[in-house]
Nanobody, 125 residues
């Protein structure tokens, strides 16, 4: 089992920045793919950014050039640096983890076994 706990959400104005953190209950990054998803009201959960177990990073087109996913193995922590935020980035942000032996479907939510409780991000215009 893996427990994930997010933090760092909040309310910012358009153009602002936030850094989300996700602490894992044990060391997982070498053997798990980890990701950030978000869900806006009345919308499906969508993948935002992924770090594969091998270290490759992937981004949704909507956040490329603005968001950066990273991890600190020593702290068992996954980060999402979000810059130049827009109201369209508003939603509940979740971190997720899945064993790295799977391949493909990195932005498909059912692929991930473990989820945090979410942290709310609200961007006002």
């Amino acid at each position: 089992q893996v427990q994930l706990v997010e933090s760092g959400g909040g309310s910012v104005q358009s153009g602002g920045s936030l850094r989300l953190s996700c602490v894992a209950s044990r060391s997982i990054f070498n053997n798990y793919d980890t990701a950030w998803f978000r869900q806006a009201p009345a919308k499906e959960r969508e993948g935002v950014a992924v770090i594969e177990g091998g270290g490759r990073t992937l981004y949704a087109d909507s956040v490329k050039g603005r968001f950066t996913i990273s991890q600190d193995n020593a702290k068992n922590t996954l980060y999402l640096q979000m810059n130049n935020l827009t109201p369209e980035d508003t939603g509940m942000y979740y971190c997720a983890a899945a064993p790295a032996y799977l391949s493909g479907g990195y932005f498909w939510a059912p692929r991930y076994n473990f989820w945090g409780q979410g942290t709310q991000v609200t961007v006002s215009s």
